[in-house]
């Protein structure tokens, strides 16, 4: 019997094909429930998370350490919510990325700045999102959450900062 193809096997079969995104935001949560603080830049920990992001200090190696959705994501639910410009504060995520496809980018290996990422998962949103997007929200974001991610190597992320995939043998 053959071994039927892993998510990981799947979407690496993409990599190849995406062209570099780039880091617009940045945003820290200090504390669970904290308004974001936007930064320029941050140290990315290895294992961590975002130093200053109250996910860092939770469990270490977890697969939730950085939120990530694009700007396009973003422009999708502004078209659904009716909203003409969201702060990406509202959406809770750490970092705002453009030209790049997240969804393609799941269960993969990438860089931004000096750091060595993998994302983990889609990001879900959540009943909150009804409260800061007015109601329906949350169902607005459905498929345009995002992606959690881990980091895997320790370094600085700036705004401005190219994220390239990358590309598994």
């Known amino acids: 019997m053959v071994n039927p193809m892993t998510q990981k096997q799947l979407f690496a079969r993409y990599s190849k094909d995406l062209n570099p995104g780039r880091l617009e935001w940045i945003g820290l949560r200090p504390t ?42 973003i422009r999708m639910i502004e078209t659904y919510t009716g909203i003409n410009t ?13 030209g790049i496809n997240l969804n393609a980018l799941r269960h993969q290996q990438f860089t931004i700045g000096g750091a060595l990422f993998e994302a983990t998962a889609l990001c879900h949103p959540c009943r909150r999102m009804d409260l800061a997007l007015g109601q329906g929200g949350a169902a607005a974001m459905l498929g345009y959450g995002g992606l959690c991610a881990r980091v895997l190597e320790s370094g600085m992320i700036r705004v401005g900062d190219p994220l390239i995939p990358q590309v598994s043998g």
Do not use: M, W, Y
């Open 86 to 98: 969201i702060d990406p504060a509202l959406l809770r995520r750490n970092l705002v990325v453009s």
């Open 32 to 73: 669970r429930k904290a308004d974001l603080e936007v930064v320029d830049s941050v140290e990315a920990l290895a294992g961590l998370g975002l130093q200053g992001d109250h996910r860092c200090s939770k469990t270490p190696g977890s697969a939730r350490q950085v939120t990530l959705i694009s700007a396009e994501f």
